[in-house]
């Protein structure tokens, strides 16, 4: 998903023009371009593996504050 900082950064390195986040997003919706969002999660997800790794894997991130 692009963001508005990307895409004024983007202007920049290829323009060499510069946008704030804020006029990129003003000229966006003038484009015609609107937010998007992801639809939902994927299809492909698979529950039975993010518990394996959840359990021990972020619980012990948590504990040692990293």
């Known amino acids: 998903m692009w963001t508005a900082t990307t895409v004024s950064t983007l202007i ?3 323009t060499r023009l510069s946008y704030s986040v804020s006029g ?3 000229l966006l919706r003038r484009m015609g371009c609107s ?3 992801p639809d939902g999660r994927a299809v492909e997800r698979d529950e039975d593996a993010i518990t394996a790794w959840w359990e021990p894997t972020w619980q ?3 504990r040692s504050g990293r």
């Open 12 to 14: 920049g390195r290829k």
């Open 24 to 26: 990129v997003t003003r």
């Open 35 to 37: 937010a998007q969002l």
């Open 60 to 62: 012990e991130v948590i």
